[in-house]
């Protein structure tokens, strides 16, 4: 079955690198997501990689990915205040045959102190 | 280009009532996914149409029913409400199902309360 953890809480100093991680279950993934929510707003997609990647770099984000061990992880370079908001991995099964039916994590809490 | 819009965006209901809620998805997005976020239960996956074809459906009951339009909105309906129905409902739009990726557009939801 499908099933996407995480860690629920993270604390960083401004500046620093933050790095949040996601194990999941399904072997038969395709593409695993990353999407960032800040309060009382809907999901943004932040980044994505096709399970056949390593990583995946995209401007002050680097996702990597250790399918061995069915673990993602998101790492925000320079991670600022306006970073602070929940982020959510996500996968889609193979099966679904598109991108439209995810199945999320259960987040994590980003918080960036001054 | 207006993003994907839901209506309303707050809702409060009774339990044993009935509720319709509304998405327009992107411009010429054909495709449009319902999730329901929960502090319990997180983010989980309703349903989702296209070309008014229900396409997938999660794990809910039969209370939660919906419907894709020829424009492509889609409304989601749940009856006879009990307080557990209490969430965010998400709607997202995308091109197609099997569009890339990156096309998949959230709104902001819908907050819905079950008194």
């Known amino acids: 079955g499908e099933d996407v953890e995480q860690s629920l809480f993270l604390s960083v100093r401004e500046g620093d690198s933050s790095v949040i991680n996601c194990t999941y279950t399904?072997?038969?993934?395709?593409?695993l997501y990353w999407y960032k929510q800040e309060p009382g707003a809907g999901l943004q997609l932040l980044t994505y990689?096709?399970?056949?990647?390593d990583m995946k770099q995209d401007q002050r984000l680097t996702v990597l990915l250790n399918k061995k061990d069915k673990h993602l992880s998101l790492r925000i370079a320079d991670t600022q205040t306006g970073d602070s908001a929940i982020y959510f991995c996500?996968?889609?099964?193979?099966?679904?045959?598109?991108?439209?039916?995810?199945?999320f994590g259960t987040g994590t809490q980003l918080k960036v102190e001054l | 280009k207006a993003g994907v819009t839901q209506t309303p965006r707050y809702l409060i209901k009774t339990r044993g009532q009935q509720v319709t809620l509304s998405c327009s998805p992107i411009?010429?997005?054909?495709?449009v996914s319902w999730y329901q976020q929960t502090p319990g239960q997180g983010l989980q996956f309703l349903f989702e149409?296209?070309?008014?074809?229900?396409?997938n459906k999660g794990n809910f009951p039969g209370r939660f029913s919906g419907r894709q339009f020829s424009n492509s909105r889609s409304e989601m309906n749940v009856s006879t409400l009990e307080l557990g129905d209490s969430a965010l409902y998400l709607c997202?739009?995308?091109?197609?199902?099997?569009?890339?990726?990156?096309?998949?557009?959230f709104g902001p939801g819908t907050r819905l309360t079950v008194l």
């Open positions: 997202a739009s995308s091109l197609s199902p099997s569009d890339s990726v990156d096309t998949q557009y």
């Open positions: 399904d072997s038969s993934s395709t593409y």
């Open positions: 990689i096709f399970s056949n990647m």
């Open positions: 996500a996968e889609t099964p193979a099966f679904t045959g598109g991108g439209n039916k995810l199945t």
């Open positions: 411009s010429g997005h054909r495709s």
């Open positions: 149409y296209f070309s008014e074809t229900q396409r």
